[in-house]
């Protein structure tokens, strides 16, 4: 594999010793590393927790869609909760690039909840409990054969009385993450957001993507402490 034929080669290279013994770590964790769907992010590793702010229903179609077709073919256990868009319309969005959708959903390799149902299902956010519902979902994804799970939450929905709660609720689930085989993606509406929510929103998750003229940039959270790509 490309993988041994780099490690038999890096004898040869010409670099330092902590350079290389980085190469080869990151060389062990290639099995780590899964197409994320999009082209902005490219590879991502388990307990990757990646932050999307949108204005549009066709800002979010053009990376929740091919972020969960990739993982349906990778064989991973898919959940989008849904907002900003009907359940209905998420399933005739992710149809058009997964002809065969219907079968993912008769097997529940692909599941959708409305917002309401995921994170108020008692009439009220609860931080922990949706922490322990994703951390679930997670060990049924394994325990059902996938290979991990794949989500995505859309938090349109959220008011600025559950903001507090709600980025503790990202802060732990951040810290959770690389303990989990799991991707998640959430979803916030850009023109609902101060600056500072974004700063806050960004702080929490390893990675953001937004729009700039027209197409999507990438930034890394200048405060997370690994520093690994």
Not at 65 to 73: C, D, F, I, S
Not at 110 to 125: C, N, P, R, T, V
Not at 133 to 140: L, R, T, V, W
Request: charged content about 30%; aromatic content about 10%; glycine content about 4%.
């Amino acid at each position: 594999t490309m993988k041994h034929f780099v490690q038999k080669r890096l004898g040869n290279f010409t670099a330092s010793d902590s350079l290389k013994k980085r190469i080869s770590f990151e060389l062990s964790r290639a099995d780590e590393y899964k197409e994320s769907g999009i082209k902005a992010l490219d590879l991502i590793r388990w307990g990757t927790h990646v932050a999307q702010f949108y204005n549009t229903k066709d800002d979010l179609k053009e990376l929740l869609v091919p972020y969960l077709e990739e993982g349906l073919k990778d064989n991973e256990l898919c959940v989008w909760i849904t907002d900003d868009m009907s359940e209905e319309e998420a399933k005739e969005s992710l149809a058009k690039a997964t002809p065969h959708l219907q079968e993912y959903m008769n097997k529940k390799q692909i599941q959708f909840f409305q917002h309401k149902e995921w994170y108020l299902a008692d009439g009220y956010f609860d931080a922990g409990k949706v922490l322990n519902n994703a951390i679930s979902k997670c060990q049924e994804a394994l325990s059902s054969g996938y290979s991990g799970l794949r989500i995505t939450g859309v938090i349109s929905w959220i008011e600025k009385s559950d903001w507090n709660a709600f980025m503790e609720y990202e802060r732990n689930l951040d810290n959770a993450m690389p303990d989990n085989k799991a991707f998640a993606l959430c979803a916030y509406k850009e023109n609902k957001c101060t600056p500072n929510n974004i700063s806050e929103v960004m702080d929490r998750h390893k990675y953001s993507l937004s729009r700039l003229n027209g197409s999507w940039r990438l930034e890394k959270s200048d405060k997370q402490s690994d520093t690994s790509l």
